[in-house]
């Protein structure tokens, strides 16, 4: 089965400064439709899931253009510019997969600290 | 704006089964698969399964034996029945749109003795 294994599983960062997650894949994540449907969510603490990128790098709309992904094949990232205090929480990659059976499947999360 | 509204059960013994709803207000209901995820306290995420308007159904093959995802189209909601609970099935629930692009608040159940 796909396995998505992020680093690092903890980041402490200042306020200003950038800050990255990798996400990697056991497998390659190209669809036979020629898509890649890597996505990117956001937790903040006490609250549900957050959608921020979907397809490696399309931002959901009213998602601060500070937030990109970018990536490839079995390699993604997610990228903040620059922190803001609010975007403290747990970062997670998901992937939509067809084969062997339709499922999602989520990285451990990454928690971003102040 | 799309809103998903759940309830269910908040707390359950060992071998119950755990059963909750969502409700989805505000958007196109047909047009999409609507998942189920789960959260354990303190720890990562968990895709349970989806359904379509249909009733068409994907499992997570490590719960499937246990799961059964049903809807109700003309009331905009889907449910979830899971079989058998432990301890081990403590956690936030939630609901989600296909793409995960919006969630339910979540649902916390609680297994215990």
């Known amino acids: 089965d796909l396995v998505l294994t992020q680093t690092p599983l903890s980041s402490s960062v200042t306020l200003g400064q950038p800050a990255s997650i990798s996400c990697r894949s056991s497998?390659?994540?190209?669809?036979?439709?020629?898509?890649?449907?890597l996505s990117w969510l956001q937790q903040r603490p006490g609250q549900p899931p957050r959608l921020l990128l979907y397809k490696i790098s399309n931002r959901l709309s009213g998602v601060p253009d500070r937030f990109s992904g970018s990536g490839a094949g079995t390699d993604f990232a997610l990228k903040i510019s620059r922190v803001e205090a609010g975007d403290v929480g747990v970062y997670y990659c998901v992937q939509q997969t067809q084969f062997p059976h339709p499922m999602y499947t989520f990285g451990q999360g990454t928690k971003l600290e102040i | 704006q799309v809103q998903l509204q759940q309830w269910g059960a908040g707390l359950l013994k060992p071998s119950e089964t755990l059963s909750l709803t969502c409700a989805v207000y505000?958007?196109?209901?047909?047009?999409?698969?609507w998942s189920w995820i789960r959260q354990p306290p303190g720890k990562g995420l968990e895709w349970i399964g989806e359904?379509?308007?249909?009733?068409?159904?994907n499992y997570n093959p490590s719960l499937e034996r246990r799961v059964t995802i049903s809807v109700d189209t003309p009331k905009n909601q889907l449910s979830l029945n899971l079989t058998s609970v432990t301890a081990a099935d403590t956690g936030v629930y939630y609901c989600?749109?296909?793409?995960?692009?919006?969630w339910g608040l979540g649902t916390l159940v609680t297994v215990s003795s």
């Open positions: 989600a749109r296909g793409g995960l692009s919006r």
């Open positions: 359904i379509n308007h249909s009733g068409n159904t």
């Open positions: 505000g958007g196109s209901f047909t047009g999409y698969f």
């Open positions: 497998q390659s994540l190209v669809h036979t439709d020629g898509n890649t449907y």
